[in-house]
């Protein structure tokens, strides 16, 4: 009996070849834009794609290595070590001086790798042996190490919209040498798309299964109906995908949780992302940004203890990492709450983009030279130092909004305090309503 084919995964059977046939990411390899230019200049330079899983960064890899003929080498930073690196090196040594042959090497979340397995990469990224592509889904700032970020050109790829994914969907219906035989109806398109959180791999996966799932009739037809979508999805880590929506709506629970004072919310919801693979150290950076935005000056000190978190989580990871997620998100829930710190520089920002021109007060200026001295530059500047308190009134804004007051702090915690010392020093904030 004649074996039958093994055909690999769609989402491999329908992967693009080229940038023409690539979708979406037009910020980047769209005409003239600088990737695009940068491959069809040959003048390819080591780069960190970051974004989303399942918006391309492997398939731009492998066109770009196609595109400018060099070896190709793919590894993950999950299931690869020190040793298979040095070895890719060596062998890209070798090609470079007897064959004049670049090597592009992929790693994909190369944020996987600790500080000593990515410093391997720095002499042979510098000296051009490797040209180095990192795909990762986590900030690179804060999972790549400085000098080897600061030899690499960061691309951010942005998730798929509705647009990108039934472009992908079509492509896969019409071009795929399985699925192009069938004629196959989707009785919800943005059913499909919504399940998929914007990963076009995990809705490829799905649609394959769907289609298995539906067998077609008499004629050749197949109708995906919303249950069988439903169907292909029960898994569990679709049910939590890192870029999905359930991601987004558990974590927005645990913040407003915190921002809502209910520790018993937050710890909660902690456990429930926790238990479905969240990285902790995202859980940790969303408190940092929390600790400012929501806490603020009512309890200056919930900042501190949320970075100290952050670098502990990194030092000791999981499981241990869910007693310090959890310490810190029950004591920033108690804090009292402030967001004036927040306001301020969001009206400032807003301010200081309608009037871009305003100039510096001259007595605020600096005086390095004579002529500028003689143009009144610093001229009559209070130094604080020298006056009772430490203290003296004076203007420090443009002279078109010297009164306004965009620092307002609350009754609250520490702020409270400052709100008095302020009100103490300065005259035109006793005219604040409380």
């Given at each position: 009996?004649?074996?039958?084919?093994?055909?690999p995964p769609?989402?491999?059977?329908i992967?693009?070849r080229s940038?023409d046939?690539f979708i979406?990411q037009?910020?980047i390899?769209?005409?003239?834009?600088?990737?695009?230019?940068?491959?069809?200049?040959?003048?390819?330079q080591?780069m960190i794609?970051?974004?989303?899983p399942g918006?391309?960064?492997?398939?731009?890899a492998?066109?770009?290595s196609e595109?400018?003929n060099?070896?190709?080498?793919q590894?993950?930073?999950?299931l690869?070590g020190?040793?298979?690196?040095?070895?890719?090196?060596e062998?890209?040594?070798s090609d470079?001086?007897?064959?004049?042959?670049?090597?592009?090497?992929?790693?994909?979340?190369?944020?996987?790798f600790?500080?000593?397995q990515?410093?391997?990469?720095?002499?042979?990224?510098e000296?051009?042996?490797?040209v180095?592509i990192?795909?990762?889904?986590?900030?690179?700032?804060?999972?790549?190490i400085?000098?080897?970020?600061s030899r690499?050109?960061?691309?951010v790829?942005?998730p798929?919209?509705?647009?990108e994914?039934?472009?992908?969907?079509?492509?896969?219906?019409?071009k795929?040498?399985v699925?192009?035989k069938?004629k196959?109806e989707?009785?919800d398109r943005n059913?499909?798309f919504?399940?998929s959180?914007?990963?076009?791999?995990?809705?490829?996966?799905?649609?394959e299964?769907?289609?298995?799932l539906a067998?077609p009739?008499e004629?050749?037809?197949i109708l995906?109906?919303?249950?069988?979508?439903?169907?292909?999805?029960?898994?569990?880590h679709?049910?939590y995908?890192?870029a999905?929506?359930?991601?987004?709506?558990?974590i927005?629970?645990f913040?407003k949780?915190?921002?809502?004072?209910?520790?018993?919310?937050a710890?909660?919801?902690?456990?429930?992302?926790?238990?479905?693979?969240e990285?902790?150290k995202f859980?940790a950076?969303r408190?940092?940004i929390l600790?400012?935005?929501?806490?603020g000056n009512?309890?200056?000190?919930a900042l501190?203890?949320?970075?100290?978190?952050?670098?502990a989580?990194?030092?000791?990871?999981?499981?241990?990492?869910?007693?310090?997620?959890a310490?810190?998100a029950?004591y920033l829930a108690?804090?009292p709450?402030?967001?004036s710190?927040?306001?301020?520089?969001e009206?400032?920002i807003?301010?200081?983009?309608?009037?871009?021109?305003?100039p510096?007060?001259?007595h605020?200026r600096n005086?390095?030279?004579k002529?500028m001295e003689?143009?009144?530059y610093?001229r009559d500047?209070k130094y604080s130092?020298?006056?009772?308190g430490?203290?003296?009134e004076?203007?420090?804004?443009?002279?078109e909004l010297?009164?306004?007051?965009?620092?307002?702090?609350?009754?609250l915690?520490?702020?409270k305090?400052?709100?008095e010392?302020?009100e103490s020093?300065?005259q035109?904030r006793k005219q604040i309503?409380k």
């Open positions: 009996m004649k074996q039958q084919k093994t055909l769609l989402a491999d059977r992967r693009p940038l046939e979406g037009e910020h390899i769209g005409p003239g834009k600088p990737l695009r230019v940068m491959i069809e200049t040959g003048q390819i080591s794609l970051w974004g989303p918006v391309g960064k492997t398939t731009l492998k066109i770009i595109m400018v060099a070896n190709f080498y590894i993950n930073a999950v690869s020190t040793k298979e690196l040095k070895e890719i090196i062998k890209a040594e470079l001086k007897y064959y004049d042959r670049r090597t592009i090497l992929f790693i994909d979340e190369i944020h996987r600790n500080k000593a990515q410093s391997v990469l720095l002499n042979s990224v000296n051009g042996t490797i180095l990192g795909a990762t889904t986590e900030n690179p700032s804060f999972e790549i400085s000098p080897l970020l690499c050109q960061v691309f790829l942005e798929f919209g509705v647009r994914l039934n472009a992908i969907l079509e492509r896969a219906l019409t795929d040498e699925l192009s069938f196959i989707i009785e059913l499909l919504l399940y959180g914007g990963d076009a791999r995990v809705m490829l996966n799905a649609l299964i769907a289609t298995k067998a009739d004629n050749g037809r995906i109906t919303k249950e069988i979508i439903s169907e292909a999805f029960q898994r569990r679709f049910k995908d890192r999905g929506e359930e991601h987004y709506n558990m927005s629970a913040i949780s915190i921002r809502g004072s209910d520790p018993d919310g710890v909660y919801w902690l456990a429930r992302m926790l238990l479905a693979g990285d902790p859980i950076r408190m940092i600790a400012s935005e929501d806490i009512a309890e200056p000190y501190t203890l949320a970075t100290s978190c952050f670098t989580v990194d030092y000791v990871g999981m499981p241990e990492a869910r007693i310090i997620l310490q810190v029950t108690s804090c709450k402030s967001n710190a927040y306001l301020a520089i009206e400032a807003e301010d200081a983009q309608k009037f871009p021109d305003l510096v007060p001259l605020l005086a390095p030279t002529l003689e143009l009144g610093g500047y130092h020298d006056f009772p430490h203290f003296v004076q203007q420090f804004l443009p002279d010297r009164d306004k007051i965009y620092y307002k702090p609350t009754e915690g520490r702020e305090i400052l709100k010392r302020l020093l300065w035109k309503k």
